[in-house]
C-alpha cells in the first residue's frame, strides 16, 4: 500500500506553462516536505510545511497543505528549464515514529526550452 | 555545517560479490541515520535507520544488512549480491524531521 500518492506520475510541459503536482494520502500528516531530485543526485530539501491549509511560497513555487493536513500541491508559475527534475513529496506520519519520514514515488517534470 | 558523504559514487559489481557502502557525516553529533534505495529513478524505499551506535531497524526483509560502528558513521553491506540489487543508494541524517541526503551510490549488479 502507497501512503503518499504523487500524480501525475510524469509531466512533459513548454518553458513558460503553470502546472501543479499533487500528493494525497488517507493518512494525517505532522509535516510534509517536498524536496527536488536532480539525476544522480541526492533530494534537496524545498520547503516543510506544518498547519493545516498552511502556504508557503517559494519564489514561482506555491506549496499548499491541505486543511486536514492529508494532502499537498505544489504549484509552479512559468516554468523555467531550470525546474526539471523529479519532485517528491515525504511526511512524518502523525502518532506514528518520528525517525521515519515516507516518500510518495514522484513527479518527474521535464520542461522543455 | 553539516556535510555528508558517500563513496563509492559509482560501483559494478557481479552477482554473489559483496557490497560495502559507506556514509560518514560531518558537523553534527548522534545524528539518526538512514539507508534508502531508489529504483529508475523515483520514489525511496526505506531499508535501515539508525538513532545510535550499534541500533539498526530493518524495514523491509532483504538480502543487505546495516551496521553503525561509529556515531557517523553508517555502512550497508551484503554477503552476496543479487541482480535485484542493482540501483541508487542514498544516505541520509535528520535535523529535526527534515532530512539531508547524500550524494549516492549508483549499484549496477550483472
Known amino acids: 500500500t502507497q501512503l503518499l500518492e504523487q500524480s501525475p506520475q510524469f509531466l512533459s510541459i513548454q518553458e513558460g506553462e503553470n502546472l501543479t503536482v499533487y500528493c494525497n494520502s488517507s493518512s494525517v500528516f505532522s509535516s510534509l516536505q517536498w524536496y527536488r531530485q536532480e539525476p544522480g543526485e541526492g533530494p534537496v530539501l524545498l520547503v516543510t510545511?506544518?498547519?493545516?491549509?498552511e502556504v508557503k511560497k517559494l519564489k514561482r513555487l506555491t506549496f499548499q497543505f491541505g486543511d486536514a493536513r492529508k494532502d499537498s500541491s505544489l504549484h509552479i508559475t512559468a516554468a523555467q528549464p531550470g525546474d526539471t527534475g523529479l519532485y517528491l513529496c515525504a511526511g512524518v506520519i502523525s502518532g506514528g515514529s518520528n525517525y521515519k519520514l515516507t516518500f510518495g514515488k514522484g513527479t518527474l517534470l521535464t520542461v522543455n526550452p | 555545517s553539516q556535510t555528508i558523504h558517500q563513496w563509492p559514487a559509482t560501483l559494478v559489481q557481479p552477482v554473489g560479490s559483496p557490497l560495502s557502502l559507506e556514509c560518514t557525516v560531518e558537523?553534527?553529533?548522534?545524528?539518526?541515520l538512514y539507508w534508502y534505495r531508489q529504483a529508475a529513478g523515483r520514489g525511496l524505499q526505506l531499508l535501515f535507520y539508525s538513532v545510535g551506535i550499534g541500533q539498526i531497524s530493518s524495514e523491509v526483509p532483504q538480502n543487505l544488512s546495516a551496521s553503525r560502528p561509529q556515531d557517523r558513521q553508517f555502512i550497508l553491506s551484503s554477503k552476496k549480491l543479487l541482480l535485484s540489487d542493482s540501483g541508487f543508494y542514498l544516505c541520509a541524517w535528520t535535523g529535526g524531521e527534515t532530512q539531508y541526503f547524500g550524494p549516492g551510490t549508483r549499484l549496477l549488479v550483472l
Open positions: 558537523g553534527t553529533s548522534n545524528p539518526n
Open positions: 510545511v506544518v498547519t493545516g491549509g
